[in-house]
T-cell receptor
Framework: DAGITQSPRHKVTETGTPVTLRCHQT?????MYWYRQDPGHGLRLIHY???????DKGEVSDGYSVSRSKTEDFLLTLESATSSQTSVYFC???????????FGSGTRLTVV | DQQVKQNSPSLSVQEGRISILNCDYT??????FLWYKKYPAEGPTFLIS?????DKNEDGRFTVFLNKSAKHLSLHIVPSQPGDSAVYFC??????????????FGRGTQLTVWP
């Protein structure tokens, strides 16, 4: 496969707790993205990164933060999880040269 | 407001027939369009793309048509097979001249191909 892994694959957490999702790539791609997928909403961009320590907000960034200290890792943190953040989270990578993304397998997060 | 729209949440087609999935967009600055396919419990995978300077791109059973004046694109699958049953996402690239390649996605269409 394309060398992108997400961890954990599944997580159940309680409201108000912090949660960190990890995306790891072995492709040395510059660009990394976090999306969430919800019924009726498709894929919505949370945050993205265009290099180490270079990140920016997407369309649904409230309640989320990201960090990228190394090219290969892009972390998504829910600072204080809420039930509205129950979703499937996808990480994607791009070299920027072919306009396409490669997606990870997703993390299913349930906030109870 | 959603800039890429897939107005049909589902489509059911008999095996061997043509599947036509539609997508509309509102931003005339989009310069590249892509289709992704997604199976349950997996990430989306790239299927086919088209540049805004073309009106058709074909890859085996899959053809994408682009009508810029109508801001409409469609994905044709001929012949449809049961293994094509999946959610299909339409996506568009906005960053003209940029290598960032940020994509905007539609809400997806669930295609079911029955025998």
């Amino acid at each position: 496969d394309a060398g992108i892994t997400q961890s954990p694959r599944h997580k159940v957490t309680e409201t108000g707790t912090p949660v960190t999702l990890r995306c790891h790539q072995t492709e040395n791609h510059r660009y990394m993205y976090w999306y969430r997928q919800d019924p009726g909403h498709g894929l919505r961009l949370i945050h993205y990164s265009y290099g180490v320590k270079d990140t920016d907000k997407g369309e649904v960034s409230d309640g989320y933060s990201v960090s990228r200290s190394k090219t290969e890792d892009f972390l998504l943190t829910l600072e204080s999880a809420t039930s509205s953040q129950t979703s499937v989270y996808f990480c994607a990578i791009s070299s920027g040269t072919n306009y396409g993304y490669t997606f990870g397998s997703g993390t299913r997060l349930t906030v109870v | 407001d959603q800039q890429v729209k897939q107005n049909s949440p589902s489509l059911s087609v008999q095996e061997g027939r043509i599947s036509i999935l539609n997508c509309d967009y509102t931003n005339s600055m989009f310069d590249y369009f892509l289709w992704y396919k997604k199976y349950p419990a997996e990430g989306p995978t790239f299927l086919i793309s088209i540049s805004s300077i073309k009106d058709k791109n074909e890859d085996g059973r899959f053809t994408v048509f682009l009508n810029k004046s109508a801001k409409h694109l469609s994905l044709h699958i001929v012949p449809s097979q049961p293994g094509d049953s999946a959610v299909y996402f339409c996506a568009a690239n906005l960053d003209r001249g940029s290598t960032l390649g940020r994509l905007y996605f539609g809400r997806g269409t669930q295609l079911t191909v029955w025998p």
